[in-house]
């Protein structure tokens, strides 16, 4: 181990300190002159970024994401805190589906190295359900705005057709006063109809299609995230499986026999099925 490494350790150790008496400001401080000494190390730009995330300055941690997602594109932590980061500063759509992609990759990692994928989990369906919120939202504004210039339209057609009317000189009073009525019955039954319109258009407004039975996981009853099998061919979620391993033991729970995390077989169809329920329905992840 060459002097600078030596070095930027010591550092790393002082910043860990510091982070763990919440002092984030001065664990910066540290990492960032561990960085100075040893560019190439990764865990100093993670540590870093988190530091970032706890003062709520989302733009650093991501950027020191991204520079250790240059170092190893496949870095659990990386990922996972850019996804974080993503998430809790972003209002776009397409920034929020980068999150969901980078927290996929962050999973598939805790998965590989039988590290626990609960929290990570929980991050994804944050990260759709606020996609999911924001894309919605843009479209009640959006129609919001294309029915009130439809509606001016409308009224302005309104009253060009009345005008004309009234300054027919051939026409008696009872004339055109009839039909002024029927021309503000027929633009009346018009707007009408543009409002019912774009109230079935609003995605607040839709009938919500319940989540199929299939989509819920035998042990917490939520929409399941990563769907597993068991050597019984029933389907679990995969952290709450993980987490009945933990508390009580190494079992099925419905059938009772003995497995282990490397007896589960991931369920891709239905993880495909759920996810893509989810693109539809993205207020079901809190049900």
């Known amino acids: ?7 930027a350790e010591k550092h790393k150790l002082q910043g860990n300190i510091f982070f763990k008496r919440e002092q984030y400001e001065e664990a910066i401080k540290e990492y960032t002159t561990a960085i100075i000494k040893d560019s190439g190390n990764i865990v100093y730009f993670t ?6 995330i706890r003062l709520k300055k989302f733009e650093e941690a991501i950027n020191d994401c ?19 980061a993503i998430t809790e500063s972003s209002n776009s759509p397409a ?19 039988g590290k626990d994928s609960n929290e990570i989990g929980k991050a994804i369906l944050k990260a759709r359900n606020k996609k999911y919120e924001v894309e919605s939202s843009r479209k009640v504004f959006e129609n919001c705005d294309l029915m009130d210039y439809l509606t001016n339209l409308m009224e302005q057609d309104r009253k060009r057709q009345i005008e004309k009317i009234q300054s027919d000189s051939s026409k008696s009073e009872e004339d055109i006063k009839n039909e002024i009525e029927y021309i503000n019955y027929d633009q009346n039954q018009k707007l009408k109809t543009l409002k019912n319109t774009f109230s079935k258009a609003d995605p607040f407004q839709k009938d919500r299609e ?7 996981g035998k042990i917490h009853f939520n929409i399941m995230n990563d769907p597993v099998i068991t050597p019984s061919g029933i389907t679990y979620d ?13 079992f099925d729970p419905l059938t009772r026999k003995e497995i282990t995390e490397k007896d589960l077989i991931p369920n891709r169809a239905l993880k495909e099925a759920i996810e893509d329920f989810l693109n539809y329905n993205g207020w079901a992840i809190d049900s």
């Open 1 to 7: 181990m060459d002097y600078m490494h030596q070095e």
């Open 47 to 52: 540590n870093r970024a988190l530091c970032y």
């Open 66 to 84: 991204q520079k250790a997602i240059e170092i190893d594109k496949f870095s659990l932590k990386g990922n996972y805190l850019l996804g974080q």
């Open 95 to 113: 920034r929020l589906a980068e999150a969901i992609q980078v927290l996929k990759i962050a999973y598939d990692q805790s998965i590989k190295q």
């Open 210 to 216: 319940e989540p199929p039975d299939f989509l819920y």
């Open 238 to 250: 995969r952290s709450e499986l993980l987490e009945h391993f933990d508390k009580i033991g190494h």
